[in-house]
């Protein structure tokens, strides 16, 4: 048995975002949302598969909930507390939220005359991290009512995160069950492996498109001052 491992932090999904795969001058394959002006550009396709529906080789853990602190019982003290212990992006700007999924397989190989895949499992752990605000029940009425408001949209959209990892195990599931035979296993395994990091790739730029297309979660409501 042979298995391998991919992990990616997510900022988000969008299962129907445009992601585009092209080579540069040196012939590096490279996947975005944008590709260069000049160069051929080939559209890659995205599967939207719901998170409800995990494929049958799926195995979907249950989410890990990690949280840092925020205190105050007003809105400004609550937001100044946040900007100190907020996880931080990939540029340095806390947010209020955040997910992060991992992919882990494993395979058996099929032997013949040939090589190809046998059985395989997928399972998908992902991790939710959340503001915790101890300091609740001091605060005014409204500011509570704002911020179960505000904690409902947040999860939503971190649960997108952790949805598109599923879709991302879905997607890995379909290819690995249409590989084709390989004259020998080690070139099936490169390939396998070669597979879960494009999927990773083209997965992780749906990721910044769906925090484009929230504004991480505003257009959601999650939306905190």
Known sequence: MRGFAVALVCLAALAQAQVFRWKDADGK???GDRPPADVKAEETKIYNIPREDPARDVEVSPAEMEYFVVQGSTLAHLRETM??????DVE????WGMARWRLRWKF?????????IGKFNITVT???IMPRWPDREKAPQALQDMWDRFYRALLLHENGHRDNGIRAANDLARRLRGMAAHRDCASLNAEIENVGARIVSEYGLVDKAYDRSTDHGVSQGAVFR
Request: net charge positive; glycine share 4%.
């Open 126 to 128: 992902s991790r939710l």
């Open 92 to 95: 340095g700007v806390p947010r």
């Open 108 to 116: 058996e190989h099929a032997r013949a005359a040939d090589c190809r």
């Open 83 to 88: 900007r100190e212990t907020a996880p931080k």
């Open 29 to 31: 394959v490279h996947y």
